[in-house]
Every structure is written in C-alpha cells, then in structure tokens.
C-alpha cells in the first residue's frame, strides 16, 4: 500500500512537473525578480543614509572589497566570484548572531554602543572634527561604545590610522 502510494505520488509529480514547467517558471521568475528589484532599491537607499552619516565609510567598504576581489584565490576559481553574494549573506547572520548575543547579555552594552555611536556623530557632524570613518573604526565604536570612541579620537588626534 504505501510503495504504491509512493509510485503514484511520484507518477503525478513527474506529469505535472512535464505539464506545469513552463507556466510555473513563467510565474515564479517575475515575481523574484520584483522581490530582487525591491531589495535593492531598500538597500541603495540604506547605502544613501549611511554613508551620508559616515564620511569615509564607502572609500573603506570599496577598499575592502577590491582586497576581496584581487585576492589570487580568484585567479585561480574565478566562478567564486558568482558566489561573492554568500559572504554578505554570512556576514548578515554572523552580525544578527552577535547582536543577539550582546542582547541577551545586557542592555547597558547596547545602550553603551548606540551611545557611542551617537557620540561619533555629533563629533563627525556638529563639532566639525575630520575623522574618516572606517570599518574597523565603526566596529571598535560599536562593541566598546565611549571607550571606543575616546580610543579612536585619541588615535585620530595621535595620527594614529586605523
């Protein structure tokens, strides 16, 4: 009973997959590709904002992926580059990961970032001081909050580069 079950299952999987082929393919790849489309107009807009607030942050992400790009292990699998898009979505649930982390340890080290980060910000924006923000730099902000921030005025006023 139950391999014949199987059998038909699988007869009528194979002649709706010969019949519906080009209709469901039809049907499928527009609405992925709106759904692609809509994301990256969220995306470029987010761009926009962030490196409106972060001076310097674009040259660092460019640099950044141009180190990616011209590494030699690209020279030698160069279809690696179609798969270039895994590392943004590794990084997304490595950084959610974190974040969740950090949550469920403590608010205050939450509260200590956004306050550090804010601080940047107002150094960066209002009090006119020239920092060029980069990764590395919005990460110490990021994890160590004030202390960060006075670490990477410090070094900034230091001639330090990070």
Do not use: C
């Not at 082929?21 to 527009?30: F, I, Q, R, Y």
């Not at 690209?74 to 898009?85: A, D, K, Q, T």
């Not at 990477?152 to 330090?160: D, E």
């Amino acid at each position: 009973m139950k391999s014949t079950l199987s059998a038909l299952l699988i007869i009528s999987l194979l002649f709706l997959s010969v019949v519906q082929s080009v209709s469901a393919e039809d049907k499928l790849k527009p609405v992925l590709e709106r759904l692609y489309n809509a994301t990256q107009q969220i995306v470029d807009r987010v761009e926009k904002i962030a490196y409106g607030f972060f001076p310097g942050l674009e040259d660092s992400i460019e640099n950044l992926t141009s180190i990616f790009l011209s590494s030699p292990v690209f020279e030698w699998f160069p279809n690696l580059r179609n798969f270039f898009w895994l590392f943004y979505v590794a990084a997304f649930f490595a950084i959610l990961g974190i974040l969740a982390k950090v949550w469920s340890m403590s608010k205050h080290l939450i509260l200590n970032s956004v306050i550090g980060i804010i601080i940047l910000l107002i150094l960066i924006h209002y009090l006119d001081v020239e920092i060029k923000v980069t990764l590395l730099k919005l990460a110490l902000i990021a994890i160590f909050g004030i202390p960060g921030v006075l670490f990477v005025l410090i070094a900034h006023y230091l001639g330090i580069p990070l």
